[in-house]
């Protein structure tokens, strides 16, 4: 018998619609003929959802009794009885009742599909198993009901239904998820924006994962090896050495360019079982490797090359990142291609990427030594090839000399010479001429074996011959000077101009400055004091080095640690130290800007303070003078009620300024940092009552809505009750009549938040940030009284206890100022009839 086809449509959170597409494909496949039953559909009470079970054939649920309850399960007899081609079978991973045929309702759509059922059922991604312990991370919620990976990749279809995080909490706040009184609490917690980011997340990269493992199966089954671009892989080579941390950010670098990249670092290893020459750094790469989001791997290989290219293409790598060679040119001269040019050769069509890096040989900067027109290496090379060219040649020209070839002979030697004043210079090339002109007359000038002339044009023409070599010395002498001097230039205009761009962009100036000085000049430790401080150092000095101190400007001393230095370095080093008291003096200033910038805010701030003070304290002193006026006055007697009112009337305006100076006050103190702040174990009904009292504020008013396992928060009370009396009176005040603010509190993940919801006009999102200045006035304070200060003063009092205030749209409409403060333990737990978390989010 065929096997059935399992179908899976994954879900990153509950209410993306996979319930809803799991109804919509069987209504398609009904109206195409085939035969379709829901054998299981859970619709959470959501309209939209139980209207499409309309049309399908729904086969009854069977009861099951457990502790004196009748649980409602899938008759999995009664579909096998019926036999549908199709069956719709909703919460694969859901748990059974006690007393079912099978522990998990996977196993019963394993029976059916033995059966030759085919099935078409939904999952969440916080249900599968190994995800777990993540999704228990990033949401705060354990799973209890899960499935085990092996089941779900055993599927011969797996798809997503994706909606982006935004549009499912718009989707939660229509309550079209969740009934209205559950709406607040799932998008405060589990419903966060952040939570469905990484949930989405989740569910992309499991099922990317499914599919390249679905892929690399087709592959080895049709014996395809060549590379297939489904994903960017790279492979990082790690030898071991100090190279390795450069390769691995780089080839981290290229797999983020695309999405999905992978990064593979790999090290091969002798057959010997030898250990790495940096067991060290190879450890510390591989911690690297993890921080960076990829795997590493250990193959052996004799042939490093050939090992390096056979691991990528079994990873089906797409690019390769190896290192540029450590060895020497004339390493390379003699030991033959490295393993970069063979891997380059066998990579085929992988991409191959040779990096530099400062353990490359040759790499790293340091300025030139002018010293003498050529090095000691190449002094030496050329009285070397001198001594053994020389009777080479002779040799040579002795064995083929005729009466006739004297002209020839005399060439070769000359051009010996200049051979060897090419490699050598001067001297050698003056120590060739001599030796060649001896050796000329000894040999080929009669009389023969003699150092005697006979002849006076000889003597002359040999005086000639040496005079060349001489001349053609002096030239290769005076070239490679030059040379040398040009390569020094450029190296000083090089190391000059980044210093100097250093500078420009802003960097770090003085590190740069430090480092490069001490690269530059071979030195062991460079150190800037400024002041008598250390400023910044680089390098590890030791006690027996030479210490050159630079005067700076007139603040800073420029310590350099090393060898005696030439007079055109303490030239060059000279100009790094005006570059960097101009970098010094570049950071004051830009101090000093900082400090301007801030004494421009003070003034802005006391402008504005002079500005609001000047408008709203004038009514409150006006209304309190005129009342104690009338009340001093004896030329008209007032009745007893209206000097009650006028006394009221003083009193109440008297209150309004000293509100408005203790909230300057309070202003003061947060701007300085000089905010008392006493943190405490606290019931936030302990604050939310008195403030309500406080502005007298009823049910009719506020609905209150506070969480039966709120855990107290760590809190000033004076304070957090100040906060929650300013976020209420600006929401009531913008409430529309009739409307009443809704304040709810729930505690999860160690924080706890107390959300103040009104349905008024709202705040644009693009002026949000402006709602927190001092001395605005924008949709939370009316325009004819107030300093603007509550909502400052508020995110000042929360910040200083280690909490955020933030702003949301509410749902339909108006403002929600959320207060976000760390638990101070463990909830206290009561009788309550609300879902389990679990059950919740189905």
């Known amino acids: 018998m065929r096997r059935g086809r399992l179908r899976v449509l994954l879900g990153a959170a509950p209410g993306v619609g996979k319930t809803y597409s799991m109804l ?59 036999r549908p081609e199709i069956a719709l079978v909703d919460e694969l991973a859901h748990t059974n009742a006690p007393g079912s045929r099978h522990a998990k309702r996977w196993q019963d759509v394993d029976e059916l599909l033995d059966d030759g059922i085919d099935v078409i059922s939904t999952v969440n991604t916080q249900h599968i198993e190994s995800l777990g312990d993540v999704v228990q991370q990033i949401t705060g919620v354990a799973q209890r009901e899960t499935i085990p990976d092996a089941v779900l990749r055993a599927a011969d279809q797996i798809e997503v239904v994706d909606l982006a995080p935004q549009a499912l909490r718009d989707r939660l706040a229509s309550g079209l998820v969740y009934p209205a009184e559950r709406i607040d609490a799932a998008l405060s917690n589990y419903f966060r924006l952040g939570n469905l980011t990484a949930l989405r997340e989740l569910a992309l990269l499991w099922l990317a994962d499914e599919v390249d493992s679905a892929l690399t199966a087709y592959r080895v089954e049709h014996g395809i090896d060549r590379k297939w671009e489904a994903r960017e892989r790279v492979v990082v080579a790690l030898t071991g050495g100090p190279e390795g ?128 027109a050529l090095s ?78 006979s002849d006076p044009r000889q003597l002359l023409a040999l005086v000639f011959y040496v005079a060349n070599a001489l001349l053609v010395s002096y030239v290769v002498d005076q070239a490679a000077r030059r040379t040398r001097v040009a390569r020094r230039a450029a190296a000083e205009s090089q190391l000059l101009a980044t210093l100097a761009g250093s500078v420009l962009r802003g960097e770090d100036a003085l590190q740069a ?42 603040r800073g001393v420029l310590e350099l640690h090393g060898q005696d230095l030439e007079a055109s370095e303490r030239r060059l080093l000279q100009v790094i130290a005006a570059q960097m008291d101009a970098a010094i003096e570049h950071g004051a200033l830009a101090t000093a800007a900082s400090a301007a910038g801030a004494l421009v805010e003070t003034d802005r701030m006391r402008s504005a303070l002079l500005a609001a003070v000047g408008h709203d304290l004038r009514r409150p002193l ?43 006050l309070d202003v003061s103190r947060v701007q300085a940092g000089a905010l008392a702040v006493t943190l405490a174990p606290t019931e936030v009904a ?40 300013n976020l209420l009176a600006n929401a009531v005040r913008h409430s529309p009549d009739g409307e009443r603010v809704r304040l709810a509190a729930s505690s999860f993940q160690g924080r706890t938040e107390l959300r103040v919801v009104d349905r008024g006009p709202g705040i644009p999102a693009e002026r949000r940030d402006e709602v927190f200045t001092p001395f605005q006035r924008l949709g939370d304070t009316d325009n004819d009284t107030g300093l603007g200060l509550g909502l400052a003063l508020s995110k000042g009092f929360v910040e200083g206890m280690d909490g955020t205030l933030d702003v949301e749209d509410t749902p339909g409409g108006g403002l929600t100022m959320v207060v976000t403060l760390p638990s101070a333990g463990i909830p206290t737990t009561t009788t309550s009839t609300t879902t389990t978390p679990t059950e919740e989010l189905r």
């Open 24 to 82: 919509e494909e069987g209504r398609r496949l009904r109206g195409d003929g085939r035969d379709v039953v829901v054998a299981f559909v859970e619709t959470h009470g959501r309209k939209a959802t139980a209207s499409m079970v309309s049309g399908l054939e729904v086969l009854p649920r069977t009861t099951i009794e457990h502790r004196g309850m009748g649980l409602e399960e899938m008759d999995l007899d009664a579909v096998l009885a019926r």
């Open 376 to 453: 000691r290496r190449r002094l030496i090379a050329g009285f070397a090839v001198a001594l053994v060219a020389g009777p080479l040649l002779s040799w040579l020209l002795v064995t083929f000399h005729t009466e006739t070839s004297i002209t020839s002979d005399v060439l070769a030697y000359q051009l010996l010479v200049i051979v060897v004043a090419l490699i050598g210079g001067m001297w050698p090339g003056l120590f060739a001429a001599v030796l060649s002109g001896f050796t000329l007359n000894f040999l080929f000038v009669e009389p023969t074996h003699t150092l005697t002339i």
């Open 245 to 372: 941390e450069t390769l691995l950010r780089r080839g981290a670098r290229i797999a983020s360019r695309s999405s999905g990249g992978e990064l593979i670092a790999v090290h091969v290893t002798n057959p010997d079982g030898m250990r790495a020459r940096h067991p060290g750094a190879l450890d510390h790469q591989r911690t690297l490797v993890e921080q960076l989001g990829g795997t590493f791997h250990q193959v052996v290989g004799e042939d490093v090359p050939r090992a390096l290219v056979d691991f990528a293409r079994a990873a089906n790598a797409t690019q390769l990142v190896i290192g540029v060679s450590r060895r020497s040119r004339l390493a390379a001269a003699f030991t033959g291609p490295g393993i970069g040019a063979t891997v380059i050769r066998e990579s085929g069509d992988i991409d191959v990427h040779i990096v530099t890096h400062a353990a490359a040989a040759g790499s790293g900067f340091s300025l030139p030594k002018l010293g003498g």
């Open 686 to 725: 302990d604050v939310v009552l008195p403030a309500l009292d406080e502005l007298a504020l009823g049910p009719a008013d506020v609905e209150l809505d506070l969480a039966d396992d709120l855990a107290p928060v760590l809190a000033d009370g004076v304070l957090l009750q100040r906060v929650v009396v």
């Open 622 to 664: 006006t209304s309190a003078s005129a009342a104690v006026s009338a009340l001093r006055s004896h030329e008209v007697e007032l009745p007893a009620a209206e000097r009650d009112e006028l006394l009221a009337t003083a009193s109440e305006s008297l209150d309004a300024l000293a509100e408005l100076v203790t909230n300057l």
């Open 513 to 554: 400055m430090v480092t490069r000085t001490r690269e530059a000049f071979g030195l062991t430790g460079v150190r800037l004091l400024v002041d008598g401080e250390t400023k910044v150092a680089d390098g590890e000095p030791s006690r027996d080095d030479r210490v050159t101190e630079i005067p700076i400007g007139g």
